[in-house]
């Protein structure tokens, strides 16, 4: 036992512990008003999807939160993780803008394909080289999919345009 908990702090590894938690409210994808919720709902990701994401994003706030109370994290990792992770979904978005962007269902298509590759296709990027839970990373994007007053990444190729009517028609 003790020899298990103690491989889980070695150099490419972190304690995992919240990886099947549920919040105690439960989950309400349909009313849930998070900005990465909304931005998942512009590509017409379905019920079952939010869920997952929200699932994924409270594991992940849950999972981050107890590495930095027990401070298992080196000085400026999770940052450096968060780099990676934005930088790579640029390199992600700049490729599937490259098809063009004419008219609404091809913005959707590429919102989707964006979301699709964070989601299944961006598993080469972890915060430590052992630390491979999926809902790590996904929970990663949808807290910088989330983050005011601007989200360093977003699925819906013009997010940041309706976001800046919506705050304009607010003010």
Avoid: C
């Avoid at 150099?11 to 995992?16: G, K």
């Avoid at 994290?73 to 780099?83: H, Q």
């Avoid at 098809?99 to 394909?113: I, T, Y």
């Amino acid at each position: 036992m003790v020899s298990s908990i103690s491989s889980q702090y070695h150099d490419e590894r972190l304690p995992v512990m919240f990886e099947d938690e549920v919040p105690s409210e439960g989950v309400d994808p349909l009313n849930d008003p998070r900005q990465f919720v909304q931005q998942l709902r512009a590509i017409g990701i379905e019920t079952v999807g939010l869920e997952m994401a929200i699932l994924d994003f409270y594991r992940a706030v849950s999972q981050r939160s107890h590495w930095a109370r027990v401070d298992v994290l080196v000085g400026g990792e999770m940052k450096r993780f968060e780099a990676r992770l934005v930088e790579e979904w640029k390199r992600m978005k700049a490729w599937v803008s490259i098809k063009g962007l004419g008219n609404e269902a091809q913005v959707l298509e590429a919102g989707q394909r964006l979301y699709q590759w964070a989601e299944n296709e961006s598993r080469h990027i972890q915060i430590r080289r052992q630390v491979t839970e999926d809902f790590i990373r996904r929970g990663s994007f949808h807290i910088l999919a989330d983050e005011k007053p601007e989200p360093r990444v977003y699925w819906h190729p013009r997010f940041l345009e309706i976001l800046k009517v919506t705050v304009e028609v607010v003010s």
